[in-house]
C-alpha cells in the first residue's frame, strides 16, 4: 500500500511539475499551427504568382510563334524555338512536329494573322498548355489552336482543334 500512495505521490508530483511545461509546449504548438496557416497562405499565393507568370511567358511566346509564322521568317522560328516543322506553300500549310506517337498538323497559312483569343490555360507538372480561339473572319468560324510548352517553359508543338 505505502508502494501505491508512493507511486501516486510520485505521479502527482510529476504531472504538477509539468503542468507548466506543458502550458508552454501547448502554446508554442499553437504558434507554430499558426505560422504554418501562414505559410500555407503564402504558398498558396505564390502558386498564383507562379501561374500568372506561366500565363504571361506562354502567352508572349505563343503570339510571338506565330508572328514569325505570318511574317515567314521561319529561319528566326527555328532559331528562336528550336523547333521542327514542315512548310507546304502549295497547301498553304505549316506542319508542326508534334509528340512523337502522333502525326503533325496543319496549320493554314491564311489563318495566322487572324485575330487569337484566348480559350484555355492549363499548368500542370508535365508543362503548360495555353489554347486560342482563331476567328476566321470572313466565315465566323472559330479554330482551337494549343500550344504546348514544357515545365521549363520550352515551346514543344502546336496541335489543332479538340484533343
Known amino acids: 500500500m505505502k508502494k501505491i500512495l508512493g507511486f501516486l505521490?510520485?505521479?502527482?508530483?510529476?504531472?504538477g511539475c509539468s503542468h507548466d511545461d506543458n502550458a508552454e509546449y501547448i502554446k508554442q504548438i499553437e504558434n507554430q499551427k499558426i505560422e504554418i496557416e501562414n505559410l500555407k497562405k503564402e504558398n498558396d499565393e505564390t502558386k498564383i504568382s507562379l501561374d500568372q507568370s506561366k500565363l504571361q511567358l506562354a502567352d508572349y511566346n505563343s503570339r510571338r510563334i506565330?508572328?514569325?509564322?505570318?511574317?515567314?521568317?521561319?529561319?528566326?522560328?527555328?532559331?528562336?524555338?528550336?523547333?521542327?516543322f514542315?512548310?507546304?506553300?502549295?497547301?498553304?500549310?505549316?506542319l508542326f512536329a508534334r509528340a512523337e506517337h502522333s502525326?503533325?498538323?496543319?496549320?493554314?497559312?491564311?489563318?495566322?494573322?487572324?485575330?487569337?483569343f484566348i480559350s484555355s490555360f492549363n499548368n500542370?507538372?508535365?508543362?503548360?498548355?495555353?489554347?486560342?480561339?482563331?476567328?476566321e473572319l470572313e466565315t465566323d468560324e472559330r479554330h482551337l489552336v494549343t500550344f504546348q510548352y514544357d515545365k521549363d517553359m520550352n515551346?514543344?508543338?502546336?496541335?489543332?482543334g479538340d484533343r
Open 9 to 15: 505521490f510520485v505521479l502527482l508530483v510529476l504531472s
Open 66 to 84: 506565330m508572328r514569325f509564322i505570318s511574317e515567314v521568317d521561319y529561319e528566326g522560328l527555328k532559331k528562336e524555338y528550336k523547333t521542327d
Open 86 to 94: 514542315d512548310v507546304n506553300e502549295k497547301k498553304g500549310e505549316i
Open 103 to 116: 502525326l503533325p498538323l496543319p496549320i493554314k497559312l491564311s489563318k495566322v494573322g487572324n485575330a487569337m
Open 124 to 135: 500542370h507538372s508535365e508543362g503548360t498548355g495555353i489554347s486560342y480561339f482563331i476567328d
Open 155 to 160: 515551346f514543344q508543338f502546336i496541335f489543332i
